[in-house]
């Protein structure tokens, strides 16, 4: 199975919803601090894998470390498969021989190189992962000759010259000082023995004055709780003097041409879900409001309608759903799985935000009673303000040069959605609404004109049963370019904190 960077983003905020993180980066903050001041990170390492370790094994197979891929198209397992057994190569691991792998984690590299027949003997502090790694390695049919021990690698239980080979996959970074850890390595194996390191080092190009530099090192060592990390030449140095031979050195990321970091940055939804400051925002208002306290109760879609096309089943499975993307239920199989999650947990409810659809709970009564014979609706925004694909492209540029209002589209609103996915989410709430007629009856007109050059213009027009009619028209202030008016962002917030008072089900709020 491969690693799906951006699933394991939901799966992940699910997981963290049974964790007390706001006591855990308390504890983080002190640890860390702590380890500083006495130049012994033990104790926050320790901590910060107590809840990693699970997470490393559930979502990300077993590893979490960096790693270049070799070839074009390759998944982050495969990449991390292939540095694997090219570390066994370089131990010239094979059966009969015993190997020590230093700071192991729950041994998902030892997982790997298990197909060389080596006896391999993990080492690590935390006693979880000795129990997740050993329990995955009986379930595997490995166990004994592959195995996991909870011990100080400064000291470890092992005879003078009892192993032929070892190696340290993202493990040496933890240690202030390098010098007795490199001792230890060359006690415990043979003096022809074998030692391969593979971590994340300061290169020549680090420079310690540049604080774009600093802030991208001081972050991981803060993350991770874990010292300062170590320049190559240290590492280097340090270990000739344990008595190794440097007998190769490799730099994955000249080799391949790929930053370190490329499995997960070469995911650009991965990498903006992660850095976003709107998701961010939204979690923190979220949390101001009580939806989120210090778990997850509820996930905030601002991202996407294709996220919500691929995801919104499992978010559902665990949580409630806000979707700020409601163009992705024009997709009738995207609406059809919502509505059938929703009656398979139906204490869920999905929230679409009303924003520029004034009167949506009245038309959403009508609806209901069956009242309602027709809803239309015209949108007119500034030609730049449009992110529209296909064929109204090509209009709206014409909308451009002539300096004239032209009509984008006339029609139904699901055949609207995919081709202006993040400008009809208002069009679209009005379906769900007006759920009587649906997205194929309700009506839609599209307008770019270069004269709304600081308004966004929306007009609804309901028909009800005998003769009824209302008509509004919203003119909403708005920056020259903006997707969305200045008001959005306080209607958004406004429907969020609306969740708290509605039922299960779907919400127009």
Not at 75 to 87: D, P, S, V, Y
Not at 370 to 383: A, S, Y
Not at 456 to 477: D, K, L, Q, S
């Amino acid at each position: 199975m491969s690693i799906d960077l951006t699933r394991n983003f939901f799966r992940l905020l699910f997981h963290f919803r049974r964790q007390d993180l706001a006591n855990f980066t308390q504890e983080h903050d002190y640890l860390f601090q702590q380890a500083k001041s006495q130049q012994d990170h033990a104790l926050v390492t320790s901590h910060y894998y107590s809840v990693m370790s699970t997470v490393i094994d559930e979502y990300f197979n077993g590893n979490f470390h960096f790693v270049p891929p070799r070839e074009n198209n390759l998944t982050l397992e495969e990449a991390l498969k292939q540095l694997h057994m090219k570390i066994g190569e370089c131990l010239n691991l094979k059966p009969g021989q015993k190997c020590v792998d230093i700071g192991c984690g729950i041994g998902g590299v030892i997982q790997d190189l298990s197909e060389t027949g080596a006896d391999i003997t993990g080492v690590t502090i935390a006693s979880n992962e000795v129990c997740v790694g050993n329990t995955n390695f009986e379930n595997l049919g490995i166990y004994p000759r592959c195995n996991l021990v909870e011990a100080d690698c400064h000291k470890m239980p092992f005879e003078d010259a009892s192993y032929d080979s070892a190696y340290a996959i993202y493990a040496l970074k933890y240690f202030t000082n390098l010098k007795p850890i490199m001792n230890e390595v060359a006690r415990i194996l043979k003096s022809d023995g074998l030692f391969v390191i593979y971590d994340l080092v300061k290169t020549d190009k680090y420079d310690e004055n540049n604080q774009e530099h600093r802030a991208i090192v001081e972050g991981l060592e803060y993350a991770c709780g874990m010292p300062s990390l170590h320049h190559r030449a240290e590492m280097v140095q340090e270990a000739q003097e344990a008595g190794f031979d440097l007998l190769e050195s490799i730099d994955l990321s000249a080799q391949t041409g790929q930053p370190f970091h490329y499995c997960f940055s070469s995911s650009p939804l991965f990498m903006w879900l992660v850095r976003s400051s709107l998701v961010g925002h939204l979690i923190k208002i979220a949390q101001a409001l009580k939806i989120l306290p210090k778990g997850l109760d509820m996930v905030i879609e601002v991202a996407h309608p294709d996220i919500i096309k691929e995801y919104a089943k499992i978010i559902l499975e665990h949580t409630n759903l806000f979707i700020g993307s409601p163009t992705a239920l024009a997709d009738q199989t995207t609406y059809d799985a919502i509505k059938e999650k929703l009656n398979s947990h139906p204490t869920r409810s999905v929230f679409v935000p009303a924003g520029a659809f004034w009167g949506s709970n009245d038309i959403q009564k009508m609806a209901n009673l069956g009242i309602l014979k027709g809803l239309n609706i015209t949108m007119i925004k500034h030609p730049n303000s449009l992110k529209v694909l296909g064929p109204l492209e090509e209009l709206c540029q014409r909308a451009k040069k002539t300096n004239c209002p032209v009509v984008l589209y006339d029609g139904p609103v699901r055949l609207l959605c995919p081709m202006a996915p993040n400008n009809v989410n208002t069009m679209a709430g009005a379906a769900i609404a007006a759920h009587n007629l649906g997205f194929d009856n309700t009506r839609a007109k599209l307008i770019a004109d270069p004269a709304m050059t600081n308004w966004h213009i929306v007009e609804i027009e309901v028909v009800g049963e005998n003769g009824f009619r209302t008509i509004t028209r919203r003119e909403n202030p708005a920056a020259p370019g903006a997707v969305t008016g200045n008001t959005t962002y306080f209607s958004f917030l406004a429907s969020i904190q609306e969740t708290l008072y509605k039922p299960p089900g779907i919400n127009i709020c």
